[in-house]
């Protein structure tokens, strides 16, 4: 069955530094991902809609500076938390559009840690 | 490792009708267990959300239960209209904060 690989699953990083997270389709091709956050004992919130070789659409009250997304090709799109805070302390997860199957794949999630 | 199961993988009923989606995990040390909804080409509509200390939750016309101890959700769907044709997820998380989303069903409402 369709795969979706996210990298990392988990991070730890410094308050200040940016980091990146790949949303790979394996084995098929993924015109549109999308990208979620979920806050502790909450449910999934979307964040954006990453469409290839186009601008992500995001979800009011998402910072496009702030969670950059890039769908430069059918099978990758990363988010990059950039200059990341505490605040932004998160689980991450992103899905993928099977146009072919008509369903949407998951990956296993990042959990970031920003100290 | 846990592994969620949707049953049935997809359903058709008519307009009106009291219907009920099933998953199953196998794994009881969740921390939770969401159900979703997901409209062709679309991301996740979260529906109804249950922690792992509750048996119940219940949004107008949908109520979600529980029982971690035989593993299983359901989710039921109280008079059934067009508009609720979708697919339909549910995504445990467990412990360690790790999701596992089932299969899905998709579900037809036909007026």
């Known amino acids: 069955g369709a795969v979706v690989s996210q990298h990392p699953s988990r991070v730890i990083c410094k308050s200040g530094t940016s980091v990146k997270i790949e949303c790979r389709s394996l084995?098929?091709?993924?015109?549109?991902m999308f990208w979620y956050r979920q806050f502790p004992k909450k449910s999934l919130m979307l964040m954006a809609t990453s469409n290839e070789g186009s601008k992500a659409t995001y979800e009011q009250g998402v910072e496009k500076d702030k969670f950059l997304i890039n769908h430069a090709s059918l099978t990758l799109s990363t988010l990059t938390v950039t200059s990341a805070h505490p605040e932004d302390s998160s689980f991450y997860i992103c899905?993928?559009?099977?146009?072919?199957?008509?369903?949407?794949?998951f990956g296993s999630g990042t959990q970031l840690s920003v100290l | 490792k846990q592994e969620v199961t949707q049953i049935p993988a997809a359903l058709s009923v008519p307009e009106g009708e009291n219907l009920v989606l099933n998953c199953s995990f196998t794994?009881?040390?969740?921390?939770?267990l969401q159900w979703f909804r997901q409209d062709p080409g679309k991301g996740l509509t979260s529906l109804l959300l249950i922690q792992s200390s509750q048996r119940e939750q219940t949004s107008g016309r949908l109520n979600a239960s529980l029982d971690k101890s035989s593993g299983r959700s359901t989710l039921y769907i109280a008079a059934s209209q067009p508009g609720d044709s979708a697919t339909y997820l549910c995504a445990v998380v467990s412990t360690g904060n790790q999701f596992y989303f089932g299969t899905g069903t998709s579900l037809t409402v036909i007026p």
């Open positions: 899905s993928a559009w099977d146009r072919g199957l008509v369903k949407l794949f």
């Open positions: 794994d009881s040390a969740i921390y939770n």
């Open positions: 084995d098929f091709q993924a015109t549109t």
